[in-house]
Nanobody, 120 residues
């Protein structure tokens, strides 16, 4: 599986962005998909995850209520809708694929990352 993240950019605090992660391969619909981020000088952290069917979603406390993860298996794409953005959301965002459909934490495939910058 190859992952291509896009949709990052510069946005003012309070604004919105939608990230996309396009996947190659016919097995995309079997994977649990996650979004992670890494801010300068910080470790990579989990942001959101979605099960293979889209029926289960998970969020970090820092983004819960502001971000929404979704997927379209027909388009081999997972999305991250980010609303009410804050300067502390500034980071490189990565999508990742976990072969366990309900998530095992073992992400085997990673996208190249897309930069989100939130200005105050």
């Amino acid at each position: 599986v190859q992952l291509q993240a896009s949709g990052g950019g510069l946005v003012q605090a309070g604004g919105s962005l939608r990230l996309s992660c396009a996947a190659s391969g016919r097995t995309f619909s079997r994977y649990f998909m996650g979004w992670f981020r890494q801010a300068p000088g910080k470790e990579r952290e989990f942001v959101a995850g979605i099960s293979w069917s889209g029926g289960s979603t998970y969020y970090s406390n820092s983004v819960k209520g502001r971000f929404t993860i979704s997927r379209d298996n027909a388009k081999n794409t997972v999305y991250l809708q980010m609303n009410s953005l804050k300067p502390e959301d500034t980071a490189i965002y990565y999508c990742a694929a976990d072969p366990g459909g309900y998530g095992t934490g073992a992400y085997e495939y990673w996208g190249q990352g897309t930069l989100v910058t939130v200005s105050s």
